[in-house]
């Protein structure tokens, strides 16, 4: 075996987005690009030598290829030890957990999350540090900068490494050790929730449940977990086994691409309860007997009921979600006398808050959830947190809905996604907004008046860095809400995402569908931004 130095030149777009860089397979394929990332992340980290690497990924195509090309980096760059799934498989909130069980010194993970799969679909990679999570700003900035001046990468020479076989093995001086996939996950799950109660209510004859897994990765986790574990009937998990190109779906856990699931659980014989998880098992969508739970109001409701599952039974530390979800947990974080934190789009944003013990529970209206557990979040989590939910209350997940905004009131809560439009009209579209935004305070827009509008910006409570540019956001005075932001995770063109939010307080209202109720706030958002003009659509790609 022989230590490579491979000269290379830095590629110009591997600035890392939302979470990680996301690309291409075609663009990983190139000669150099995968490495140059990879020894980016090394050099960032500067003293690899002797420390622990967690690796795995989704299972996408690409998956099994990169894994080699990593393990003889780390190899060349010094790490003592490196946990692989079997056969490279680990999901997102997976590897979290492996990092921070066995005090690794960080992780890369494979991945680009709910982007479709497949030799012309799309690949990721991303370093996650030493407390399980995404690596902060400072972190990816780092990386960056070393990606625009690279020179040179270090890679042994030598054999691929099995990674089918359970055990341990070795790279030169390094340990590589293939383990179970989801043994740790599934540990700590059942250290979380009231097993008990939920597998009585899994196995029983009154209740049914359905779990997409897209053909994604939390498939071999969601047999172990809800049908072996739990004892849900063998075909409760659909789309179980994770292809390589997903099955040609989009693995994105919402009511557009997860039809298979909608279907059914929109059907006359809809089964009580049905979730799904995206391509790399961090999202989740939950759905009742023909009823949808935006993941805002799944945040408020699983933060309302903490107490119920046995991990969370001494209550929440505080809250946070990102700035464009709804503020329905807001008010449960008020009910409770709780902080509540709002912070950019990206996990990122609450690992601070989590290490420091200020926040329990964590979630976006991008469909993730998750707790302090760990540090990415994690969609199978969500499902279980529901299901302990539904076991101890044993009411329907309608009823629960119902009850609750009757108690708080209701955030009807919508986001259009305008996909792939041209980048140079988005950048136009946030630009023009941009300067609307300076304009807007006490202006009236029919019974409403705006209280205020920014460009988002945070400071990180407990390290003090800042982070502009975060999202155009326009306040009224009764508590509604619109937010415009450009997506970082995409990989073709511009996604614009519109977010819009409006508070009642009237039960008799509460029922109304949210398009409809939302409806004036949207036809102000499509006036601010001139978005159908502009792009010429006459409809959003998806409507969440
Ligand atoms: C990632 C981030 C999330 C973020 C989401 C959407 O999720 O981890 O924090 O909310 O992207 O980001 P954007 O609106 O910029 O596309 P995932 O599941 O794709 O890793």
């Given at each position: 075996m022989?230590?490579?130095t ?8 591997q600035?890392p ?5 996301r690309k291409?397979?075609?663009v990983?394929q ?21 420390k ?7 299972g ?8 080699q090309t990593?393990?003889?980096m ?5 790490f003592?030890?490196v ?10 909130p ?7 069980k066995h005090?690794a010194?960080?992780?890369i ?9 497949g ?9 996650n ?8 700003e ?12 690279l ?5 042994l ?7 089918d ?13 293939i383990i ?10 059942e250290?979380?929730?009231?097993f008990a ?12 449940m359905?779990?997409?897994a897209?053909?994604?990765?939390t ?5 172990e ?9 063998v075909?409760t998990?659909?789309n179980g086994?994770?292809?390589?190109d997903?099955?040609g ?14 279907e059914t659980m ?8 049905g979730?799904?998880s995206?391509?790399d ?6 759905l ?9 109001d799944?945040?408020a409701?699983?933060?309302a009921n ?9 209550g ?6 990102s ?8 008010r449960?974080a008020?009910?409770?006398?709780i ?5 950019p789009?990206g ?5 601070n ?8 529970l964590?979630?976006?209206e ?32 309608e009823e629960?809905?119902l009850?609750h ?5 209701r955030?009807f ?8 439009v ?8 946030m630009?023009?907004?941009h ?12 019974t409403r008046?705006?209280a ?5 910006s ?7 860095s800042v982070?502009?540019?975060?999202g155009?956001?326009i ?14 995770t995409g990989?073709e063109g511009?996604?614009l ?8 307080a ?5 029922t109304?569908d ?8 949207i036809?102000?958002?499509n ?7 502009k792009?010429?659509?006459?409809e959003?790609t998806?409507?969440?």
């Amino acid at each position: 075996m022989t230590l490579r130095t491979v000269p290379t030149k830095p590629f110009d777009d591997q600035k890392p987005g939302t979470s990680g860089l996301r690309k291409k397979v075609s663009v990983f394929q190139q000669p150099h690009y995968l490495e140059n990332f990879v020894q980016a992340i090394f050099n960032a980290l500067e003293n690899c030598k002797g420390k622990t690497l967690v690796l795995g990924g989704d299972g996408r195509f690409y998956n099994r290829q990169a894994i080699q090309t990593i393990l003889k980096m780390a190899a060349a760059a010094g790490f003592g030890r490196v946990l692989v799934g079997h056969n490279g498989i680990l999901s997102t909130p997976a590897a979290s957990c492996v990092i921070r069980k066995h005090s690794a010194f960080g992780g890369i993970i494979l991945s680009a999350s709910h982007n479709p799969a497949g030799t012309d679909g799309d690949f990721g990679i991303k370093y996650n540090t030493t407390n399980g999570g995404p690596a902060a700003e400072k972190i990816t900035d780092a990386i960056y900068a070393r990606t625009r001046y690279l020179q040179r990468y270090y890679i042994l020479e030598a054999d691929d490494v099995p990674l089918d076989t359970l055990g341990q093995t070795r790279l030169g001086e390094m340990r590589i050790e293939i383990i179970d996939s989801v043994y740790d996950y599934a540990e700590m799950m059942e250290s979380l929730f009231n097993f008990a109660a939920i597998r009585q209510l899994c196995s029983g004859n009154t209740f049914n449940m359905r779990f997409d897994a897209m053909h994604a990765v939390t498939g071999p986790y969601a047999h172990e977990i809800l049908e072996k574990r739990l004892g849900a009937p063998v075909g409760t998990v659909m789309n179980g086994t994770p292809l390589e190109d997903f099955g040609g779906g989009h693995p994105d856990p919402n009511l557009t691409y997860a039809h298979d699931l909608v279907e059914t659980m929109f059907s006359a014989q809809a089964p009580d309860f049905g979730a799904a998880s995206d391509g790399d098992g961090d999202r989740n969508m939950i759905l009742g007997k023909r009823f949808f739970v935006t993941p805002s109001d799944s945040l408020a409701v699983i933060a309302a009921n903490a107490r119920l599952a046995p991990g969370y039974h001494r209550g929440l530390a505080g809250v946070a979600r990102s700035m464009p979800t709804s503020m329905a947990v807001d008010r449960v974080a008020q009910a409770l006398n709780i902080d509540c934190y709002e912070t950019p789009t990206g996990w990122k944003f609450f690992g601070n808050l989590m290490d420091a013990g200020r926040v329990t529970l964590c979630g976006e209206e991008s469909f993730g959830t998750g707790s302090s557990h760990i540090r990415e979040k994690d969609g199978l989590w969500a499902v279980l947190f529901w299901l302990n939910i539904l076991a101890v209350r044993q009411q329907s997940v309608e009823e629960i809905l119902l009850e609750h905004w009757g108690k708080y009131g209701r955030n009807f809560y919508t986001r259009h996604d305008y996909e792939n439009v041209d980048s140079s009209i988005a950048k136009d579209i946030m630009a023009q907004l941009h300067t609307h935004m300076a304009t807007l305070a006490g202006k009236p827009f029919g019974t409403r008046r705006v209280a205020y509008s920014d460009d988002f910006s945070y400071t990180d409570p407990i390290d003090g860095s800042v982070s502009t540019g975060q999202g155009m956001r326009i306040g009224f005075e009764d508590g509604a809400r619109i937010v415009f932001r450009l997506s970082g995770t995409g990989t073709e063109g511009a996604t614009l995402r519109i977010y819009v939010e409006a508070y009642e307080a009237d039960i008799a209202k509460h029922t109304q569908d949210t398009q409809h109720a939302l409806a004036d706030l949207i036809g102000i958002a499509n006036q601010l931004s001139g978005i159908r003009e502009k792009t010429g659509r006459t409809e959003p790609t998806v409507i969440t």
